[in-house]
Nanobody, 119 residues
Framework: QVQLVESGGGLVQPGGSLRLSCAAS????????MGWYRQTPGKQRELVATITTGGNTNYADSVKGRFTISRDNTKNTVYLQMNSLVPVDTAVYYCNLVQRQFGFKYDFWGQGTQVTVSS
């Protein structure tokens, strides 16, 4: 089992910045992918960004150039630096960890952290 604990959400004005953190603990494999997803009421959860243990990243088009995902493998922690925030970035942000073993996929989620962009 894996536990994910997010932090760093809050209220920020348009154009501002926030940094989210997610610390993973438990039975973590050496190869995995961690990432951030977000969800607003009535909508499906959507990808924001992911990063593998090797450092390969993937971003949603809507956040490219504004958000940066990074990770510290020694701490099993992933970060999301969010700059130039706009109101449409308002959502609950969820940390995700995916790892595979013997053909099985294991998918873990954090509890979510609210990000609100508003003046």
């Amino acid at each position: 089992q894996v536990q994910l604990v997010e932090s760093g959400g809050g209220l920020v004005q348009p154009g501002g910045s926030l940094r989210l953190s997610c610390a993973a603990s438990g039975n973590i494999f050496s190869l995995n992918a961690m990432g951030w997803y977000r969800q607003t009421p009535g909508k499906q959860r959507e990808l924001v960004a992911t990063i593998t243990t090797g450092g390969n990243t993937n971003y949603a088009d809507s956040v490219k150039g504004r958000f940066t995902i990074s990770r510290d493998n020694t701490k099993n922690t992933v970060y999301l630096q969010m700059n130039s925030l706009v109101p449409v970035d308002t959502a609950v942000y969820y940390c995700n960890l995916v790892q595979r073993q013997f053909g099985f996929k294991y998918d873990f989620w954090g509890q979510g952290t609210q990000v609100t962009v508003s003046s």
